[in-house]
């Protein structure tokens, strides 16, 4: 990085001959840059805990091109936990993956706890989990569909839409029976997360987040908590599942953090790179700009 670096970069390439020579043509001109990113990335202590850990060159190779460190964090603890192959990698950080998460969304303090408390404890806290947004890019959903044709298109496809939301998702029920007081409403689709321990109720709608959507849910979860939770189980948590996004109303409320229900976005076609990240940033921008003007009006004294 200095006037030297043409200097530097020739040094590195006869070393790479020299390498091929005695070694192979492993060891050529583009293994030596990557293995110099990697050096400039990661510090000795991230190299080893990676390797102790089961992520491969590979892993590490793709992770160093992660620009944002708590980013990069986020997918190698998700590797180790989730034992993704590097395809898996890869396809998670194309799709945004940790700018989806609802833990993205935090101060970078709370991020940098939660990823820490997961590498020492192996405690997942649901806003790694959870997305702000899902691609259910199922095949053979028509142009026009109904929730219960949504409904359908993701139980024929279950494997990917499993694999979508993580592998530690297990499926329940499907239209699972609520009754209370001569009601019986149905929860469209009920899953139980290895990780968090808990029931995962979800919920599809057509349209626009609306605030009376939480409350059903709410509904839903207070019945499930009495109902079906299990000895040594944590809380059930909602995830509701809107077809359009109207960001505002889905980050002020999602940004109550021991809420237990989550709102997202899904997605039947991959939406383009660029219209998806400007989509992200500026539900990023908002969510910030709401937690610095609540850190401004507690730190007002009273009249």
């Not at 499907?174 to 979800?202: E, M, N, S």
């Amino acid at each position: 990085h200095n006037a030297r670096a043409e200097y530097g970069k020739q040094v590195v390439k006869h070393l790479a001959e020299r390498l091929v020579k005695r070694y192979g043509s492993g060891w050529g001109f583009k293994k030596l840059q990557h293995c110099l990113r990697a050096a400039y990335t990661f510090s000795e202590a991230e190299i080893d805990y990676a390797v102790r850990r089961q992520l491969s060159w590979t892993h590490l190779r793709s992770l160093m091109f992660v620009e944002d460190e708590l980013a990069r964090k986020f997918y190698m603890e998700m590797c180790r936990l989730e034992k993704w192959p590097t395809r898996t990698l890869d396809e998670k950080i194309d799709s945004q993956l940790y700018e989806r998460t609802a833990i993205s969304r935090r101060p970078e303090e709370i991020i940098k706890a939660e990823l820490d408390t997961m590498k020492d404890t192996d405690r997942i806290h649901p806003d790694l989990v959870f997305r702000s947004s899902y691609f259910l890019d199922l095949v053979g959903l028509p142009d026009v569909f109904s929730e219960s044709d949504l409904e359908t298109a993701i139980l024929n496809q279950i494997q990917q839409f499993i694999k979508e939301f993580g592998s530690d998702f297990a499926f329940v029920d499907r239209q699972k029976r609520i009754p209370i007081d001569g009601t019986v409403y149905k929860l469209d689709l009920l899953f139980y997360h290895r990780g968090l321990h808990r029931l995962v109720a979800i919920d599809l709608k057509l349209g626009r987040f609306k605030p009376e959507h939480e409350g059903q849910m709410l509904l839903y979860l207070r019945y499930l908590n009495r109902n079906d939770r299990r000895e040594g189980e944590e809380a059930p948590i909602g995830l509701i599942l809107c077809s359009e996004g109207n960001t505002e109303h889905i980050e002020y409320l999602m940004l109550e953090e021991d809420s237990p229900v989550k709102v997202a976005q899904y997605y039947t076609k991959l939406p383009d790179k660029k219209l998806l990240s400007e989509k992200l940033q500026r539900a990023i921008a908002i969510a910030k700009e709401y937690q610095r003007n609540k850190e401004i009006d507690n730190r007002e004294p009273p009249e």
